[in-house]
């Protein structure tokens, strides 16, 4: 079936003199997940991972994809005719060096302009200029070849009332058009989904676990242009729409419209728009380079989206909380499993009132796949919990009041002393991020030693971020905050912590083959005191579940770990005891008992 | 007297057509420290201060220096015509603002442009083309009106055995060119007195507590050019040079040298290389901008200079603590102040084997001085020291085997409870950085935090960086590390930390009108344990001498501060102990004694 598809593109690339082609996996929008109606690369290799670039030639197709995925993809592209080629392993070629290589001379590569976004369509670019050939980015040939082609969805778009976005889509694009008369820009240029959404107070359910509208915007001083399907739109979002002023255009004229401008000055972000957008403008435009106002203005959370976030937390702490006591009382005498436990937990958010959805892929992960980073159970990996060990669990959900992302890693029946050594220390750099004071200025790139020290004084680490920002029924991952020691110029998470931003706080321990830690809350920076020296600032922890305190060994924290911990537990019993049953509360009473 | 030297100067200016005319505080090297010879701006105006920057038009004169010295600038302005021009003060202008305002249309702004870097020289070049102006930077109009100016220094120039710099200066200036090459550079200038030094391997003595040689280098793939005076150059040197085959010129030649480049491609730093340098450069140059390659080199110490250090440090020691031992045995029996204290360790550290001179000028600090941000004590600030409160001493010398900077504050008599408070909070924050491990790719900007947060966590900071590279027997304040969690462009003090860097760790705490406190010794940066994550690396602690433990408090450390300190005490105490006579020997026993 493969290999029929991969001769049909290549007819088509034949048609078109196009001697490489290369399909990634994205939307139009740079957006983290994407909806199946944009699963080509998958559609071309049958590879069904989430990451994953396709490059077909005449007479070759590879696929690259990284650790994670190499078991899953050699399986998949079996017989399929499609090469993997292994990413970071040794004597693998990068994706650029087999451009370099397999383009020849005058030659044109081609892909689809919109799923590639600026920064790497530049240089693509130069690897076709290298051979004096061409790019093609027009069209979308592997949309051509498509037959069943999933549609876009038909979800319909519903209007964010103020008393959950706290601030109104009128006062919002004023707010923009702000900064672009600061910018000098006559129009700004909106392809991000979560931009939008944020800005007209909009949401829909176009992507899994994001609820946004596929859809463009064009801001000038006196217009708004929507790009969006009119099918998904309701007579309450046009009366919405209308009382904005924001004006309504079919979603594929965009580029059209976009390549029309004339002698403006246009405000747009290369790393996130598409090549097919910037390469489109005309030479008359003028492009003003700089992140999305929007990007900005939305991580730093109102006062009515900080309270509505906090009240989602209560909700999603009484589901969770409902879920470990649910696991530990019958682990061992019912059956369960990875996936079945997830599903328990999904049911338990389901109930609770203004859920919308899950806001990422459960990961429910026990023993060796606690191990596994971003490991999440599939029919083929799921095993039965054992009243012994580890289960780490990392869920959010969606509500009307805000997004929650939270995960608890909890003894399932006896763990060894090294298991409570490893996590004792992982939840020490947990609370001593969450403990930390400092002057406003700083950013996460000053604040992530801190939670890494506990295990660096050890020679340890965990190889992931310690900590990301958080979206307000938006994407779980949004920027421009996080943790991270090692500036890295594709993530846009270094920016001064500012009341009001939301950001994970997730340091782990992971043993290969053994277990995984990770110990997750959300962190509400707010201002403290200000005084001679600044202004200083703070954590609030709006997640409310308990740390197991099988697994904690007391006298490995210190006098005020402890009393966080203890401060913290005695929080989490008041807010969350009185929404669980008599018998929830017991076990909860024992599980925030002061140590 | 003042009036007088403003009038001459307005004639020179006049015969030139020069209607503003700038004197800033630099020599033309841009050195921390300005010799005799290039005090243009004392002269000028009268004012002695270390930083200022004199303004003179056709009508006024003005002084903009900072608040350190707004008493004393006062003082010694007071009758001479000059202005004074309170920097930070709300309602003065900025020194670019008065420009702005005085230099009208079509006018000409003069300076020696050897004493203006070249980032300032723009700034000033941007203020007279805003008023179609022009720039005057080819004479030093000072020079030319000042009778007895001081000449330059007749210090001897002396070659830095390879037994001290452990690297010879051939091997630098193979690396350098090895630099040139990778960048493409044809010729590389450095005007930078410490990297000359530090390149040739040799010492001199032309500024005040730096043991450099007023000079300028050209370097090419073949050549080595040094612009330097024949004066100060012995046989010995002269053997070393034409060993190195290296060519001097005389120093005032370089300019005309440069100016005659004609299409060759030339590295050189314009944060360092004055204006005057880089304007008069021909267009057919190009010039690579960059930091000098020596600059990184230089800062990290090889294991030659690294064991000198350490032995540096052992001398140090033992010069600190006979004058700790013998101000605290002493005060309150015999007259002491804060100046014959000082020159009671400055004798101390002269006595000790291959001491150059002190490394800068000696903070005395006693009471509510030392809560004064750089004081040190003059004849008119001087006051007697009394058995009672803290002294804080910051001081250094230069070895052959390399450059110490030590502050400790001690107990002269009685301290109340909240001093100890302070003062242990304040050895908290040396510790902690002390302690820290980190996998390589840290820079200070990552480590900061760790000295801060003890501080922070009570709302309390002190206003200046934790730390600065050190130089071997150079610069005292040597970059291009450092510990600062903001960054700032003008400093070069955030490289990632590699081995052999030496950074100050100095903390402190300062209550203004009663005390101050400072803790700092030098980190030595080494490579611990390689594994799976990384590259671990850690301090290694090289001065040696102890904190006062009559003003700790020792249940407000951590066990692992407290296990650090004495572990610290202990070590002190094995090298520093065998060095010192039997009664300080005693004392230091009892110092170094566990807690």
Redesign the interface.
């Given at each position: 079936m493969i290999k029929e598809r991969l001769a049909r593109l290549r007819r088509e690339m034949e048609k078109r003199n196009i001697a490489v082609y290369l399909v990634p996996t994205a939307d139009y929008h740079e957006s983290e997940y994407v909806g199946e109606h944009f699963k080509a690369r998958k559609y071309i290799t049958g590879f069904t991972g989430s990451a994953g670039t396709a490059v077909v030639t005449r007479t070759e197709a590879g696929l690259w994809t990284d650790a994670r995925y190499f078991l899953q993809a050699a399986g998949q592209l079996e017989g399929s005719g499609v090469t993997l080629y292994r990413m970071g392993e040794e004597g693998v070629p990068t994706l650029f060096e087999y451009l370099r290589s397999s383009l020849k001379e005058g030659e044109v590569l081609g892909f689809d302009g919109r799923v590639v976004n600026y920064a790497l369509g530049r240089r693509l670019r130069e690897i076709a200029e290298e051979k004096h050939g061409a790019l093609a980015v027009e069209e979308d040939l592997v949309g051509l070849i498509w037959e069943d082609r999933p549609p876009l969805p038909p979800a319909k778009v519903f209007v964010l009332e103020e008393k959950y976005a706290g601030r109104s889509a009128a006062e919002k694009l004023a707010d923009v058009r702000a900064v672009m008369a600061e910018k000098g820009a006559d129009v700004h240029l909106l392809t991000s989904l979560y931009d939008i959404a944020w800005l007209l107070n909009v949401r829909g359910n176009d992507i899994d676990y994001v609820p946004v509208v596929l859809s463009y915007l064009a801001l000038t001083k006196t217009e708004c242009l929507w790009f969006v399907r009119e099918e998904v739109l309701t007579p309450a979002v046009r009366e919405h729409l209308a009382a904005l002023g924001v004006e309504t255009r079919p979603y594929d004229d965009f580029y059209a419209w976009a390549a029309g401008l004339e002698g403006v000055s246009v405000l747009l972000d290369p790393k996130v728009c598409n090549y097919r957008l910037c390469s489109s403008l005309s030479e008359s435009v003028k492009v003003v380079s700089a992140p999305n106002p929007s990007a900005l203005m939305k991580s730093i959370k109102n006062d009515t989206e900080a309270e509505n976030t906090r009240r989602a937390h209560v909700k999603d702490a009484v589901a969770v909380c409902k879920f470990i006591h649910w696991v530990q009382k019958n682990v061992g005498k019912i059956p369960m499993s990875e996936l079945s436990a997830a599903e328990y937990l999904a049911d338990r958010r389901a109930e609770q009132e203004g859920f919308v959805e899950l806001s990422f892929d459960t990961i429910c992960a026990y023993g060796p796949h606690a191990a596994i980073m971003h490991y999440a159970p599939t029919p083929e990996t799921d095993v039965p919990l054992q009243p012994e060990g580890f289960l780490l669990v990392d869920s959010g959900g969606h509500y009307l009041e805000g997004t929650t992302d939270i995960t608890r890693t909890f003894t399932l029946g006896p763990v060894t002393e090294e298991m409570k050594r490893h996590f004792t220390m992982a939840l020490r750099s947990h609370i001593d991020l969450a403990?930390?004071?400092?002057?406003y200025?700083?950013s996460g790139?000053?604040?992530?030693?801190?939670a890494?020290?506990p295990l660096?004084?050890l020679?340890?680490?965990y190889?992931h971020g310690t900590g990301h920002g958080v979206g307000y029924l938006l994407n779980v991952h949004e920027g421009p905050n996080g943790f991270r020691?090692?500036e890295s110029p594709e993530r846009s998470e270094g920016h001064v912590l500012e009341a009001g931003m939301i950001t994970t706080d997730e340091p782990g321990f992971y043993l290969e083959g053994r277990y995984g830690i990770r110990h997750e809350s959300e962190l509400l920076c707010r201002k403290?005191?200000k005084?001679e020296?600044?202004q200083?600032m703070y954590f609030e922890d709006i997640t409310y579940v308990p740390i197991d305190l099988a697994a904690v060994i007391p006298e490995e924290l210190?006098a005020p770990e402890r009393r966080w911990l203890n401060d913290y537990h005695a929080r989490v019993y008041e807010l969350i005891g009185p929404r669980l049953d008599d018998e929830e509360r017991a076990w909860l009473r024992d599980a925030t008992r002061p140590i």
């Amino acid at each position: 079936m493969i290999k029929e598809r991969l001769a049909r593109l290549r007819r088509e690339m034949e048609k078109r003199n196009i001697a490489v082609y290369l399909v990634p996996t994205a939307d139009y929008h740079e957006s983290e997940y994407v909806g199946e109606h944009f699963k080509a690369r998958k559609y071309i290799t049958g590879f069904t991972g989430s990451a994953g670039t396709a490059v077909v030639t005449r007479t070759e197709a590879g696929l690259w994809t990284d650790a994670r995925y190499f078991l899953q993809a050699a399986g998949q592209l079996e017989g399929s005719g499609v090469t993997l080629y292994r990413m970071g392993e040794e004597g693998v070629p990068t994706l650029f060096e087999y451009l370099r290589s397999s383009l020849k001379e005058g030659e044109v590569l081609g892909f689809d302009g919109r799923v590639v976004n600026y920064a790497l369509g530049r240089r693509l670019r130069e690897i076709a200029e290298e051979k004096h050939g061409a790019l093609a980015v027009e069209e979308d040939l592997v949309g051509l070849i498509w037959e069943d082609r999933p549609p876009l969805p038909p979800a319909k778009v519903f209007v964010l009332e103020e008393k959950y976005a706290g601030r109104s889509a009128a006062e919002k694009l004023a707010d923009v058009r702000a900064v672009m008369a600061e910018k000098g820009a006559d129009v700004h240029l909106l392809t991000s989904l979560y931009d939008i959404a944020w800005l007209l107070n909009v949401r829909g359910n176009d992507i899994d676990y994001v609820p946004v509208v596929l859809s463009y915007l064009a801001l000038t001083k006196t217009e708004c242009l929507w790009f969006v399907r009119e099918e998904v739109l309701t007579p309450a979002v046009r009366e919405h729409l209308a009382a904005l002023g924001v004006e309504t255009r079919p979603y594929d004229d965009f580029y059209a419209w976009a390549a029309g401008l004339e002698g403006v000055s246009v405000l747009l972000d290369p790393k996130v728009c598409n090549y097919r957008l910037c390469s489109s403008l005309s030479e008359s435009v003028k492009v003003v380079s700089a992140p999305n106002p929007s990007a900005l203005m939305k991580s730093i959370k109102n006062d009515t989206e900080a309270e509505n976030t906090r009240r989602a937390h209560v909700k999603d702490a009484v589901a969770v909380c409902k879920f470990i006591h649910w696991v530990q009382k019958n682990v061992g005498k019912i059956p369960m499993s990875e996936l079945s436990a997830a599903e328990y937990l999904a049911d338990r958010r389901a109930e609770q009132e203004g859920f919308v959805e899950l806001s990422f892929d459960t990961i429910c992960a026990y023993g060796p796949h606690a191990a596994i980073m971003h490991y999440a159970p599939t029919p083929e990996t799921d095993v039965p919990l054992q009243p012994e060990g580890f289960l780490l669990v990392d869920s959010g959900g969606h509500y009307l009041e805000g997004t929650t992302d939270i995960t608890r890693t909890f003894t399932l029946g006896p763990v060894t002393e090294e298991m409570k050594r490893h996590f004792t220390m992982a939840l020490r750099s947990h609370i001593d991020l969450a403990m930390v004071r400092f002057l406003y200025g700083c950013s996460g790139l000053n604040l992530d030693v801190v939670a890494r020290e506990p295990l660096w004084q050890l020679g340890l680490d965990y190889k992931h971020g310690t900590g990301h920002g958080v979206g307000y029924l938006l994407n779980v991952h949004e920027g421009p905050n996080g943790f991270r020691w090692r500036e890295s110029p594709e993530r846009s998470e270094g920016h001064v912590l500012e009341a009001g931003m939301i950001t994970t706080d997730e340091p782990g321990f992971y043993l290969e083959g053994r277990y995984g830690i990770r110990h997750e809350s959300e962190l509400l920076c707010r201002k403290g005191e200000k005084n001679e020296f600044g202004q200083f600032m703070y954590f609030e922890d709006i997640t409310y579940v308990p740390i197991d305190l099988a697994a904690v060994i007391p006298e490995e924290l210190t006098a005020p770990e402890r009393r966080w911990l203890n401060d913290y537990h005695a929080r989490v019993y008041e807010l969350i005891g009185p929404r669980l049953d008599d018998e929830e509360r017991a076990w909860l009473r024992d599980a925030t008992r002061p140590i």
